[in-house]
């Protein structure tokens, strides 16, 4: 079965510190797909990023970052460089890929981290 | 123009009671999903529907039915209402519901049972 962890509750930095946000998870399946999604204050649901388990390279986006290790089993998230807008809970979450005839990807959501950045 | 839209944002009302909330996408896609995200913003798939058809369905009561008309549109029914049914709904969409497919959220509809 899938599972993702984020054993951070909350994290509360000063704005222009650097964060990192982690990951792991749990899948027995060789083909997944890793994503993460912002939910600011508004409430609303952003998505951030995916990743497939056969590309392990990290990638970046201006001050985002992101780190895949499947040794590890982890897709940890860096805010370079924090801003007050970057408050707001972040969410990993996994898909396993389906049959081909088996539509309805089931993503699984972990319990999501509170990033608070203070002025 | 907003992608996936819902309707009612907020909804108060008393146990027992039934109601509906919408939900449609203006993307193309042929996947929907119901989510419920309780206090404790944990997020858990409900439903999912693939061109009009349940693809997944979790454990739910069976006080909530989905109803999809058609592909653009994925609404929720609740019947007799219960104070663990206060929380926030979101729908979602996919391309067509393969695994490395994104899902775009609406802004949710949040709950609440007095």
């Known amino acids: 079965a899938q599972k993702v962890t984020q054993a951070q509750t909350e994290i509360s930095v000063v704005e222009k510190e650097d964060v990192t946000l982690d990951c792991v998870y749990e899948?027995?399946?060789?083909?997944?797909?890793l994503f993460w999604y912002k939910q600011p204050p508004s409430g609303e649901l952003v998505f951030l990023i995916r990743?497939?388990?056969?590309?392990?390279q990290n990638e970046i986006s201006g001050r985002y970052s992101w780190n895949f290790q499947k040794s590890t089993s982890s897709f940890n998230f860096t805010i370079t460089a924090s801003q007050v807008v970057d408050s707001a809970v972040y969410f990993c979450?996994?898909?396993?890929?389906?049959?081909?005839?088996?539509?309805?990807?089931?993503?699984?959501f972990g319990p999501g981290t509170r990033l608070s950045v203070l002025p | 123009d907003t992608a996936v839209s819902q309707t009612p944002k907020y909804l108060v009302t008393q146990m027992g009671n039934d109601k509906s909330i919408k939900c449609e996408q203006n993307?193309?896609?042929?996947?929907m999903y119901w989510y419920k995200q309780d206090s404790k913003k944990f997020l858990k798939i409900m439903f999912s529907?693939?061109?009009?058809?349940?693809?997944i369905n979790e454990t739910v009561p069976n006080r909530f039915s989905p109803k999809s008309p058609d592909k653009a549109h994925l609404n929720l029914h609740i019947n007799s209402l219960e104070l663990g049914d206060s929380a926030v709904y979101f729908c979602?969409?996919?391309?067509?519901?393969?695994?490395?497919?994104?899902?775009?959220f609406g802004d949710g509809t949040r709950l609440s049972i007095l």
């Open positions: 979602a969409s996919s391309q067509d519901g393969r695994g490395y497919q994104p899902q775009h």
């Open positions: 899948t027995r399946d060789t083909t997944y797909y």
């Open positions: 990743r497939n388990s056969f590309d392990e």
């Open positions: 979450a996994l898909s396993e890929a389906r049959v081909e005839d088996n539509y309805g990807q089931n993503f699984v």
């Open positions: 993307l193309g896609h042929d996947t």
């Open positions: 529907y693939n061109n009009k058809e349940l693809i």
